[in-house]
């Protein structure tokens, strides 16, 4: 990759949170928030702060800044990044690197190893069969060309741009759950780069991102581990070092379903009125299995506790109804 735009020390960690500002955080947020923090300052590392809003329909600048102050009002500072840009030449929002995302798209697009894609959601969800496990799509190949003919730039003005994966394991060793093995053709087919309205894939702009940031690794829920093998390619073709990986069990009510922004009674502004911070980050340490009781602290006084073998290994992890502890 080009010349990062940050530098750190081989052997320094540097972690980061990098929420979508599309509505306000829930409690599941600030669980990955607090995790990603306590593993970076845990190994006298440094916390990134960027704003990933490349779904420009939904972002707002004003959920963004509401992310920035519950981080602040929980206790969770950040070294570099954010709307500011603290440590860095800008902000850390991704709207904003458009550039850097086309740079990366076009060394591949270069090489050989993207395709154009005029297939639409409907007919993808048509002709595709789902993972059994988890009803996940696998893109069927239907725009994938038998040999890899030279494509022209105008080739790609409609549609959408997609890469081409192997048929073979891409594996990772991820701190909670251990070495992962995902073979990407059956997993999940040649994946978007670009999507057909010009707007940037989720999996390019992250990998693009963490490779010129320097992170070194990547704390975030179970329900992404397929992306981490997915990343873990897309690095190795764009010459870059893969971050470490250590993947949470996700937050969810009793019957599994994992916490979203729908869930309004565990929103922020809901905990906000109904709890103090350091409330919050006690029930978060308990689930965490950091704390052997939900009792009131801080983040900072969590980092001498922090190890990766406490935190439950484990699909989902249950928050009791409405927060009540007993």
Known sequence: MDTPILHSAA???????????????????????LLSWLSARSR????????????RQRSRREFAEMIEADLTWLG???DLGGLEGRGM?????QSLRSERYESALSRLREAGLTYPCRCRRKDILASSAPHQSDGRVVYAGTCRPSAMPPFSVSDFREGSERLYVPDRD???DDRLF???????????GDFVLRRADGSWAYQLAVVVDDAEMGISEVVRGSDLLLSAAQQKYLFSLLGAECPAYAHFPLLADHTGRRLSKRDASLGVDALRSR??????????????????KPEPCR??????????????RREWIEVPSGMHWR
Not at 89 to 93: I, L
Not at 299 to 312: D, G, I, N, Q
Request: proline content about 8%; overall charge negative; glycine content about 10%.
């Open 76 to 78: 969770l500072d950040w």
């Open 44 to 55: 006298g590392g440094e916390w990134l702060l960027r704003i990933e809003d490349i779904d």
């Open 275 to 292: 709890f103090a911070p350091q409330e919050i980050v006690g029930r978060l340490a308990f689930l965490a299995g950091l704390l052997e």
């Open 89 to 93: 030449d800008g902000p850390c929002v």
């Open 178 to 188: 251990g070495t992962q093995r995902f073979n990407l053709a059956r997993e999940c």
């Open 11 to 33: 052997d320094r960690t540097r972690g980061r949170f990098a929420p979508s500002p599309s509505g306000r955080m829930h409690l599941g947020n600030l669980f990955a928030a």
């Open 299 to 312: 983040p900072a006084e969590l980092v001498p506790l922090f190890r990766w073998e406490k935190v439950p």
């Open 170 to 172: 891409i594996c990772f």
